[in-house]
T-cell receptor, first 113, second 117 residues
Framework: DSGVTQTPKHLITATGQRVTLRCSPR?????VYWYQQSLDQGLQFLIQ???????AKGNILERFSAQQFPDLHSELNLSSLELGDSALYFC????????????FGPGTRLTVL | AQKVTQAQTEISVVEKEDVTLDCVYE???????LFWYKQPPSGELVFLIR??????QNEISGRYSWNFQKSTSSFNFTITASQVVDSAVYFC??????????????FGKGTKLSVIP
């Protein structure tokens, strides 16, 4: 158990809908990263927050957004969902420095029908 | 831009055989970190090891060992006396400072290891 929690574990929804994925980092970790794992793209970095502020953006679609709250949990919002958004979404947390290891949550498997 | 290549897509070995998973990386930074993660069939990503660019000492942890060679930009992972529980997808990843405070991982495509009893 990495100490990172993600909910829900599975999510099935329809095209055009909006969903919210939730992540709680390990105790003491200030940085949260979101990654998407799909069959064609592999594991790709989406976005990073550090202590409530956006720190970096990767290959994140404009339909996707995220935020980190004062209690350090983070939410990833996916809107106008398309079939191609079906993937495993991981959250990872770290203390925040380059020397720090990112520990991953169990992931949320999103299926868009 | 950074890049991680895992040329072996799938490997099958018989239990108790040794197996080496290859990882080659590209980066322009002098300070970077390399990682290996394991993704078992259950789907979670499990951290195995972290290595910084200034430490080329090989590391051994039980049946696992890692060979880091800057001269060839490689960070290979060897499992000795493989077991069925080692069956998983293994990912090599690279972290470098995109800018201060941003250390996202760049992953390879992964190598699926199947250990046959």
């Amino acid at each position: 158990d990495s100490g990172v929690t993600q909910t829900p574990k599975h999510l099935i929804t329809a095209t055009g809908q909006r969903v919210t994925l939730r992540c709680s980092p390990r105790s003491g970790d200030l940085s949260v990263y979101w990654y998407q794992q799909s069959l064609d793209q592999g594991l790709q970095f989406l976005i990073q927050y550090y202590n409530g502020e956006e720190r970096a953006k990767g290959n994140i679609l404009e339909r996707f957004s995220a935020q980190q709250f004062p209690d350090l949990h983070s939410e990833l919002n996916l809107s106008s969902l398309e079939l191609g958004d079906s993937a495993l979404y991981f959250c990872a947390s770290s203390e925040g420095g380059i020397t720090d290891t990112q520990y991953f949550g169990p992931g949320t498997r999103l299926t868009v029908l | 831009a950074q890049k991680v290549t895992q040329a072996q897509t799938e490997i099958s070995v018989v239990e108790k055989e040794d197996v080496t998973l290859d990882c080659v990386y590209e980066t322009r930074d002098t300070t970077y970190y390399l990682f290996w993660y394991k993704q078992p069939p259950s789907g979670e990503l499990v951290f195995l090891i972290r290595r910084n660019s200034f430490d080329e000492q090989n590391e051994i942890s039980g049946r696992y060992s890692w060979n880091f060679q800057k001269s060839t930009s490689s960070f290979n992972f060897t499992i000795t006396a493989s077991q069925v529980v080692d069956s998983a997808v293994y990912f090599c990843a690279l972290s470098e400072a995109q800018r201060a405070g941003s250390y996202q991982l760049t992953f390879g495509k992964g190598t699926k290891l199947s250990v046959i009893p």
